[in-house]
């Protein structure tokens, strides 16, 4: 059994994507041992009314997840009244969390708005996720170069938001696993694989932060699943650190942020 | 437009000189694995074609000990290993002939699970082709590999080149098309199409695929000596599709980029695309077997295709 924290349905922009379609990732998620998927919405990047991306996030996952899909809203806190879009989030399509994307949405973690956000979120017990990076800086389009997020910001937000998870998202191109040690201790703060890279590389992570806050996480489908599934083989883990990296710390997560 | 699979799939067969026959070929949407283990990975026969001794700690022989260590754990049979114990983006000739030397110590400490190309600078092509001469011709390294120190357009690649042609050894040139902007040293895909057709007899891997790899993969296709590395980037999906739909899987090389990407990112590429197992087989090793089959034999080491 697999937790995959890290999957998006939609369109990427610029890519015919396999497994674009809900149908087909809940197949190839099943047959690859995923029992679980949390699923933003690449819709979410570009579109505006990210009230409607929800609802189809939303109702994607039930008709096509059989339980298998959790969604996962999104918000921009740039926009006027993102406040009704989280709270439609948790009352009408109970999703247990956010996904942000402040690179493409065009803001840094030290907004105001971004302070109000968490505090949202702590009210209604709500797990954030934070895109740091989608896609290598080196193959982005030349029109829309995205850059990777500062997370200096989330220091003070973990702090006076303590109750607040954060999963950080293709964060480990980015942030180097020193810089990862030191980062948590500010708080409930959480990685995924789908970015990290290196011979060894989970093994070689966990010399560094608690096997705890490590989760599974794809990025399918714009990255092949079977990148994630084999760094547990290439690295040698124990038993303990596969079941928690494979699904107990996101079962975890998550029993403990189901909204009231 | 309708994509003709069977058309892809007879050109990479034909490619290789009728050696498979197409009625055994799988379709490529035949049920193939899903989840792997170390046993149905060796079966592939996965040779690696993109290795370097930089960014763990160590001797030589100690790096490659424990890079190959992991290597193992997905079941790769070999990695073909290139450059020092550090990147040198413009090295002097003693600074290559360093390097060279370390790797072929390496070597030595890996025994029949690596092979090595040798690192040149064609800014400085005499003592380049000295060096070819020692460690290829006369040494144990079967192939070329060339970074960033000059583009591929540059006047010292062509006569590199040429000799490797002449010692049937491939030529790994790097190459990337970067939004962020190239290295003034660094090659992009076109340039070696250009450096490919100024020298027809050469083998020659466009290494990366170009980074990003829809532009990479255009603009090598029309150049037959020309060879997609897969290695060192996201694992993208499409990318091998789309590399076996334009070039035909005989000319797609697996490769990692270790230490600095995991083996696992690398190898998805090719096992998470839909393409038949046999264009898989051949990706992950059955093409460069082939294409080091000459060198291979001229130092008397044996290969079962």
């Known amino acids: ?260 | 437009m309708p994509l003709d699979r069977r058309a892809f799939i007879r050109g990479s067969a034909l490619t290789l000189g009728g050696a498979l026959s197409l009625r055994r070929l799988p379709r490529a949407g035949a049920a193939q694995p899903t989840i792997w283990d170390r046993r149905s990975l060796q079966r592939l026969r996965i040779w690696d074609l993109h290795g370097h001794l930089t960014g763990v700690g160590g001797t030589a022989a100690e790096r490659i000990r424990w890079i190959l260590r992991y290597a193992r754990r997905l079941g790769i049979e070999r990695v073909v290993f290139f450059m020092g114990l550090r990147f040198r983006r413009n090295p002097a000739p003693r600074e290559f002939r360093r390097d060279n030397d370390d790797l072929m110590r390496a070597l030595e400490a890996a025994g029949e699970h690596a092979l090595g190309f040798v690192y040149l600078n064609p800014n400085y092509p005499e003592e380049s082709l000295q060096e070819l001469d020692r460690c290829v011709r006369n040494g144990p390294l079967v192939g070329v590999k060339l970074w960033v120190a000059a583009r591929a357009t540059a006047a010292g690649v062509l006569a590199i080149v040429r000799r490797a042609a002449e010692l049937r050894v491939p030529v790994y040139q790097h190459t990337w098309y970067k939004t962020t902007g190239n290295l003034p040293g660094e090659s992009t895909p076109e340039d070696a199409a250009r450096l490919a057709a100024a020298c027809p007899g050469a083998k020659i891997i466009a290494g990366h695929t170009g980074g990003q790899w829809e532009l990479g993969i255009r603009a090598i296709r029309r150049r037959g000596n020309l060879w997609a590395g897969l290695g060192g980037s996201d694992p993208t999906a499409g990318m091998v599709e789309m590399a076996v739909r334009e070039l035909g899987a005989a000319r797609v090389l697996y490769g990692s980029d270790c230490p600095g990407r995991s083996f696992a990112s690398q190898l998805a590429k090719v096992l998470g695309a839909e393409i038949a197992p046999v264009e898989k087989r051949l990706i992950l090793g059955a093409n460069l077997r082939r294409l080091l089959t000459a060198a291979l034999a001229a130092k008397g080491i044996p290969v079962q295709p």
């Open chain 1, 1 to 260: 059994m697999i937790v995959d924290v890290n999957v998006h349905l939609g369109r990427w922009p610029f890519r015919y994507l396999r497994h674009d379609d809900p149908a087909r990732m809940a197949k190839k998620l099943r047959s690859s041992g995923v029992g679980q998927a949390w699923a933003g919405n690449f819709d979410a990047l570009l579109h505006v009314d990210l009230d409607a991306v929800n609802h189809n996030t939303a109702l994607w996952c039930r008709r096509w997840g059989g339980g298998l899909l959790v969604p996962l809203g999104s918000v921009n806190p740039r926009l006027p009244d993102w406040q009704t879009t989280l709270l439609r989030c948790v009352q009408r399509h109970k999703m247990p969390g956010l996904r942000l994307y402040p690179g493409y949405h065009g803001y840094q973690l030290d907004d105001p708005a971004v302070g109000e956000l968490f505090r949202l979120a702590q009210q209604h017990r709500l797990l954030l996720q934070v895109a740091v990076r989608l896609e290598d800086p080196r193959t982005q389009h030349p029109l829309l170069q995205v850059p990777d997020v500062n997370l200096a910001p989330l220091q003070g937000l973990l702090k006076a938001f303590p109750r607040v998870p954060v999963v950080l998202l293709g964060a480990l191109r980015s942030v180097s696993t020193r810089e990862l040690e030191a980062m948590m201790d500010w708080g409930p703060l959480y990685v995924e694989i789908s970015m990290l890279e290196g011979t060894a590389g989970v093994q070689r992570l966990l010399q560094r932060v608690p096997r705890q806050r490590v989760l599974f996480g794809s990025h399918m489908p714009l990255f092949v699943l079977e990148s994630a599934l084999l760094k547990l083989m290439e690295s040698e883990l124990s038993q303990e650190e596969q079941e928690a990296i494979r699904h107990r710390n996101a079962q975890v997560l998550l029993s403990g942020k189901k909204p009231s």
